[in-house]
């Protein structure tokens, strides 16, 4: 029987994220993935670029600039050969994290040695779209529908209950659980404080990559001055009486991730050592309203698949779509909070739809090895009811 084959994290960088209509605002999303794909290439000099056996990339939009396989045009505005070949994957707000989790398959049944993954969105830019009529010259306007988030052009057949808003599906989550406002708010507070203090203790510095053409040198949503005080005065956003607002919610973002995967043996020709091991995965998949709560399963099937239990987790980063959200997971697993997104989350850095998994799986296996921790779990929601979840080992740390 032959040895398994396992896949490792051998680095990950990112853009500075940029908030709406902000420092990205000029920028097409393509560009932004060729920018990390590049990066790659230049932190692993040892690396031959014809060696990349595939390009898996996520996006959520596929309705604009980044349309016909983005992760396939990245690769020729990158400069890699163009005899590697690429791949968009589509699972929303999870996507370049499926990207590494199909990576790292390739690598575990030895199709690919190494596999560039990550994602894209530029939600700015994101255009909008008209549907085409059932006959021709109808004498009637047509509305425009923006493709930057939400539901759009819905099956008639689809139940009402299903196609809420994505802010009205997490109210919902408030009365099923109980979490209040005030929990919510100190929760976001944390989360600026947290990625405020780690762009100043420069944990950031060597996980991104200026956009050429840019002057972002810091994710542009991050408010170190963030209180709860501050938030409690914002307008609920989905429900007059509601308790989501935009301090307690992910903001619209702009951004790009890369994640190089690769066998143990495929340290020799990067040149590097890895990061760290995909010790297990798993997705799972719920109503499509509670789409917040999807993370609770797809990381204990995670778990259970890399043999070890929560008891066994020293850091966790969970994509903070919003805030109560991220609360009911974390109750949910009964894990400390202090281990949780310790650099901050996705409320403060900011939420490009498919770029957020390679975000969290990176930052991931920079807090395992910074702290010495063992094992560690990334894990998202996605619209329309799923969830993702990857366990990482340290292979540095004790055991």
């Given at each position: 029987m032959s040895t398994p084959t396992h896949a490792y994290v051998y680095d990950a960088v990112r853009t500075p994220f940029g908030k709406f209509g902000g420092a990205y605002a000029g920028t097409r999303p393509d560009d932004l993935a060729a ?94 779209v008209l549907p085409k009529p059932g006959r021709a010259f109808p004498a009637g306007n047509l509305e425009a529908v923006s493709t930057a988030l939400g539901w759009r052009f819905v099956n008639p057949e689809m139940p009402e209950e299903w ?237």
């Amino acid at each position: 029987m032959s040895t398994p084959t396992h896949a490792y994290v051998y680095d990950a960088v990112r853009t500075p994220f940029g908030k709406f209509g902000g420092a990205y605002a000029g920028t097409r999303p393509d560009d932004l993935a060729a920018t990390v794909l590049r990066a790659v290439l230049d932190r692993s000099p040892d690396l031959d670029p014809a060696a990349v056996d595939e390009v898996v990339l996520g996006n959520a939009n596929g309705a604009g600039e980044e349309n016909r396989n983005v992760a396939r045009m990245a690769i020729l505005l990158a400069g890699l050969p163009v005899s590697v070949p690429g791949v968009t994957v589509n699972r929303l707000c999870g996507s370049s994290l499926d990207a590494a989790m199909i990576g790292s398959r390739q690598v575990e049944t030895g199709d690919a040695e190494v596999v560039l993954t990550g994602g894209v969105e530029s939600m700015t830019r994101a255009p909008w779209v008209l549907p085409k009529p059932g006959r021709a010259f109808p004498a009637g306007n047509l509305e425009a529908v923006s493709t930057a988030l939400g539901w759009r052009f819905v099956n008639p057949e689809m139940p009402e209950e299903w196609t809420v808003s994505l802010g009205e599906a997490n109210e919902q989550l408030v009365e099923r659980f109980g979490i209040s406002r005030e929990r919510q708010d100190e929760f976001a507070v944390s989360s600026h404080h947290r990625a405020h203090q780690a762009w100043e203790d420069g944990f950031y510095d060597d996980l991104t990559v200026v956009v050429e053409g840019s002057d972002l040198r810091r994710d542009e949503g991050v408010r170190a001055s963030a209180s709860v005080d501050s938030l409690a005065k914002l307008r609920p956003s989905f429900r007059k009486d509601g308790t989501i607002t935009p301090g307690n919610a992910s903001p619209l973002s702009d951004g790009a991730s890369a994640v190089l995967l690769g066998s143990e043996a495929a340290a020799t020709g990067l040149g590097r050592d890895p990061l760290a091991r995909i010790a297990g995965r798993a997705a799972h998949a719920l109503e499509p309203q509670a789409f917040g709560y999807a993370p609770v399963e797809a990381a204990e099937k995670a778990l259970a698949r890399a043999g070890i239990g929560w008891a066994d987790v020293g850091a966790v980063e969970l994509n903070e779509a919003f805030a109560v959200q991220s609360l009911a997971c974390l109750d949910a697993w009964k894990v400390d909070p202090e281990i949780v997104n310790t650099r901050g989350g996705a409320i403060a850095v900011g939420h490009p739809l498919g770029a957020s998994g390679g975000r969290i799986l990176g930052t991931l296996a920079k807090v395992l090895r910074e702290e010495g921790r063992r094992w560690g779990v990334a894990a998202i929601c996605i619209g329309v009811g799923q969830g993702l979840a990857v366990v990482l080992e340290n292979p540095g740390a004790a055991s």
